[in-house]
Structures are given as C-alpha cells and as structure tokens.
C-alpha cells in the first residue's frame, strides 16, 4: 500500500473540498468513499429494491456492479452518475444502505485497491479504522452542526435544489446518527487520528492545519 491521508468525519465537515484541495497540494490521488456508496445506493434503488431489501437480494444484485470512482468522478457499470447522486435523496439511500453488510463488502476492495499504485487521500466514515487502519496520516474532521446545515443548504441551493434550513438540519442529524450508531464500521474518531474542528474557519485555515498535520 502506497500513503495514505485518510480523513473521516460527519456530513458536511468539508471533507470532500478538503481533500481535493489537499490532495493536489501533495500531488497524491484523491478518493471521495461518500461517492461509492451513494452511486451504489442510487443503483440499488433504481434496481427496484426497498430500504428493508434482505442481505441476499442486495448481495445478488451488486454481483452484476461496477462501481469505480474515476478523476472525480463515478461509474456503475461504466455510466456516469456523479450528477445523480448528489440529489437529496440520494443522501438518505446512502447511509441507509451504507448500513448493509454486501454493501460495504463490495465496496472494500475498491477502496483499497485505489492505494496500491498511487500516493492517496481517502475521506469517508471508516478510512481512518477500517479501510485504511495503518494510514500513513489520521484526520478526524469535524463542525458543529449549525455549521454542517448552513454549507449543506448552500450547497444544495447552488445546485437548484430545496433548501429549507431547518429540514436540511433535521436531515443531518438523522445521518449523524444513523452513521454513527450502526453496527458495521460506524463513524468514530479512531484513537490516533488528529481532530481539526473547522466550525468557523474558511477552508484555507482548516487546509493550513492539515497540511501541518501531514508534514509533521
Ligand atoms: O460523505 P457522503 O455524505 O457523500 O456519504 C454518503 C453516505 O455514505 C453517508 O451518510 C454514510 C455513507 N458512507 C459510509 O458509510 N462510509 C464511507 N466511508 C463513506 C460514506
């Protein structure tokens, strides 16, 4: 495996800004995890099944997937679904179905696979004590969630999309706790991961700190 800056933290930390930005500061590749599971939600939905689908009907159906995440940007079985998976409901299919064992079977080795022949920055949930536990470099990135609402909304209203502020925070919350509270691979600070609370600060602060974090 090559390094890893493995960075994981709640919904709306800034990860992904963060970790593309860092990543072409160190001129090492740049994985969005978050991407994979939404692509593989969006798929398993359209595929017609339900939030309640057994482990043998997602199992068999992720047989016949392809989900690659590719220059920023990610396939199922070859087609483009970056847009797509960046709607609302994409969100909540997400972290329901980020929840099941194939799923995150499936997903494990394309993470991995990604460190093999390139220098990495991973963010996700579970980069910092699942996927990459040896991790060349452990960031736990966080915000309050005040601040998580505000950059969502925002987010969401640039794209064209609702953005009611206190549905969004409603939202958040449910994820937060729905990623943290399952019982495969929740989002947890690992013990020797490096905290950066970016509540308040403009992205080049929080990237000065990291950048810190990784040349020490
Ligand atoms: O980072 P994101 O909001 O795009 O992630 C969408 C969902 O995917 C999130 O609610 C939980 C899940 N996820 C996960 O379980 N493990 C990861 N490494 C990344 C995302």
């Known amino acids: 495996m090559k390094k890893v800056v493995a960075i994981d933290g709640p919904s709306g930390a800034g990860k992904s800004t963060l ?24 798929f398993l939905v359209r595929q017609g099944l339900e939030e ?30 970056s847009d797509e998976i960046r709607a609302p409901g994409a969100s909540h299919y997400a972290s329901v ?16 696979e990604a460190a093999v022949h390139a220098d990495l920055v991973a ?28 950059r969502r909304a925002t987010e969401l209203a640039a794209k064209g999309f609702e953005a009611d502020e206190q549905k969004v925070r409603t939202e958040i919350i449910e994820r937060d ?22 509540t308040g600060l403009r992205i080049d602060e929080v990237m000065k700190k990291v950048i810190e974090v990784v040349k020490e």
Request: proline share 2%; aromatic share 8%; hydrophobic share 40%.
């Open 123 to 150: 963010e996700g949930r579970d980069m910092t004590t699942v996927v990459f536990p040896s991790a060349y470099k452990k960031i736990y990135l966080d915000a309050s969630v005040g601040e998580r609402t505000r």
């Open 177 to 198: 706790a729905r990623d943290s509270g399952r019982d495969l691979s929740p989002l947890k600070k690992a013990d020797d991961a490096i905290l950066i609370d970016s």
């Open 52 to 81: 309640n689908a057994s482990d043998d009907d997602i199992a068999s159906l992720l047989s016949g997937a392809k989900v690659e995440f590719r220059n920023g940007r990610v396939f199922v079985n070859g087609s483009d679904v």
């Open 19 to 42: 970790a593309k930005l860092v990543a072409r500061e160190l001129g090492f590749d740049y994985l969005d995890t978050g991407a994979l599971y939404r692509a593989t939600a969006v």
């Open 97 to 112: 179905f980020s929840a099941r064992l194939p799923v995150r079977k499936h997903l494990l080795d394309i993470q991995r």
